[in-house]
């Protein structure tokens, strides 16, 4: 199951409405200005921020689909003597994510889209910037993989404990 998580993560990363989104993402967040990286007196320290920033932006989105699935691994250890049943029930959601991937079912409550302004304290470069993003990124992305994310939450949630949700996610 960790594995077929892990590999669904990768193709949804991969996807059309994901992929393209990165290069974005990670320009702003690196706060840094692309001349820089061409000074070899600035190259090092430019490199610095933007893996710094770029770690603080995968702290962020981690996070979010950590407490996911620990969300959902708690949330199924409370309904473990119904858990054949919401295995069934799971399976079926899955079938019906798998339908709506290949354009087979249409379901409009996912093909929705949400926009928020971000907020003015918001600065490009710095660490902390960089996690809320990741964290605002995870959020943004959800609509986009929720058929897989969906899947992975409902195995979460059918899990033995919170800690296998959560590395599920």
């Given amino acids: ?43 090092k320290e430019a490199q610095r921020k933007i893996f710094l920033n770029g770690v603080f932006f995968i702290l962020g989105f981690s996070l979010i689909f950590i407490v996911f699935g620990l969300l959902a691994g708690l949330l199924g250890q409370g309904l473990t003597p119904y858990r054949i049943w919401l295995t069934r029930i799971g399976g079926v959601f899955v079938i019906i994510f798998g339908l709506f991937m290949l354009g087979v079912l249409k379901l409009p409550a996912l093909q929705k889209e949400r926009r928020l302004k971000a907020p003015k304290w918001l600065t490009p470069g710095k660490p902390l910037t960089s996690f809320g993003i990741g964290s605002a990124f995870a959020f943004g992305w959800t609509p986009c993989v929720g058929p897989i994310l969906g899947s992975i939450l409902l195995l979460a949630s059918s899990s033995n404990t919170a800690l296998e949700g959560a590395i599920l996610l």
């Fill in 1 to 43: 199951i960790i594995i077929s998580s892990f590999v669904a993560g990768i193709i949804t990363f991969l996807a059309p409405c994901t992929l393209p989104l990165v290069p974005a993402y990670l320009g702003f967040i690196s706060g840094v200005d692309p001349k820089d990286l061409e000074d070899p007196t600035k190259k």
